[in-house]
């Protein structure tokens, strides 16, 4: 049973994991490590994020610093290799018939796990990410819920010196994928099993899968005591910040909507509200 954010609940009722469907741009193409657009296996450039990045790159909020990214990763048909499969046998032989993801024996949750692997140690790149396991997710089947997380822990503190980026932060993510028809994730990994969730005061790492698209795009964030950042403690590689000027990303940021946003609430197009965003 999970919370929705506005005072009810909600339980694991959405139907299994739909498998991602890619789009022709993204066949043929496994250029893992490279950006640009369009290109399988890469992270892919969208002006909104960038500038919305910018703008989280480093907020201050007094006795923390808190640092978001958002990253937009283009899907690949890539699969467990079949040492990988082996060794999820023998860590964990479970997630072969029931998983987050959906049972390791099908290609769907085969390729997802890939998939969100690949873009861990593209987030991630310090750190070896392919231990990671589908029982180091969370399905997230209340979006409502994750949406008041991300606006309580990020967006809404931005929100506070430029009114309106509420509902500029969530029509920008609506531009990068289909907010309705997505499945979400949470990276929630064993304690002592991945560092860059166990060397922050909070962290949260959203994974927004759009199969329709063959898109993942992850809203994350970590908050450093201002004592570790100035000590030199934190470290780029737990959010590799973007290179963009925060400054430069103010520059056509509208701020005619979103001002009356409440905690729980966002941003969408009369299309996507007609589709039911409640769960």
Known sequence: MMHDGFGGSSSSSAGPPQPVTLPPAAVGFDVHGERGAGYAGALVDHPGLTQLSALLKAIDVGDRIIKGRLELFMCSRRSLTTKAQQDLV?????TITDSPLGPLSTDAAQSLLANLRSLLSLLFVDY?????????FERCP???????????SLAAVVERVHSGFLGEFWEIVQDAIDIANCDVYALRPTAGTFEPTETSLMSLHYFFIDPMRGRILFIGCVAKSRGAVRDGVDSDSDVVLSQKDSDSSRQGMSSDMGSSLQEGEFAFSEKSDSDGMCD
Do not use: F, L, W
Not at 90 to 94: K, L, Q
Not at 142 to 152: C, G, L, M, R, Y
């Open 128 to 136: 070896d990410c392919s231990m990671i396991t589908p029982n180091d």
């Open 142 to 152: 209340a979006k409502h819920t994750v949406v008041a997380s991300i606006n309580h």
């Open 90 to 94: 023998r860590r964990a032989p479970e």
